[in-house]
């Protein structure tokens, strides 16, 4: 029982110090990121564990990101194909990101969509089929 307990205990704090050091570690990379690339405003994904997937295995996923060049297109981003930022850009961070989704769902959570700019940070719920 004990060992199991522990293992318990292992994965609990594990999941605290990536969600602490994880989101600093996302806005340092963030930073750097917007400041190569200053002709975007803000970016957006969505990511969540899909509630059926067609008999496949429900697995989280975080979707692509896309970027947007001004404040107006970035907050009536609801479309998020209307992102208006070179898809190479946003491919080359979308793959990267993925890399290491699982990292992202402790950080920002299941079922959210999360908003980026140079200043801040938004999560918020997202739905989703």
């Keep these: 029982m004990k060992s199991l307990d522990k293992l318990i205990k292992i994965k609990k704090e594990y999941d605290e110090n990536i969600a602490k050091q994880g989101e600093a570690a996302v806005k340092e990379y963030l930073t750097e990121w917007f400041d190569k690339h200053p002709d975007v405003y803000g970016i957006i994904w969505s ?3 899909p509630y059926f997937n067609d008999g496949d295995e429900c697995i989280f996923h975080m979707n ?3 970027g947007f060049s001004t404040e107006e297109l970035f907050d009536d981003a609801s479309d998020y194909d209307k992102g208006d930022v070179d898809y190479d850009i946003m491919s080359e961070l979308t793959d990267k990101f993925q890399t290491v989704d699982d990292i992202f769902k402790v ?3 299941d079922h ?6 140079r200043h801040e940070f ?3 719920e997202c739905s989703h089929d």
């Design 64 to 66: 692509d990101i896309r």
């Design 112 to 117: 959210v969509t999360v908003k980026v700019t």
């Design 47 to 49: 990511q969540y564990t």
């Design 107 to 109: 950080v920002f959570g």
């Design 122 to 124: 938004t999560v918020d």
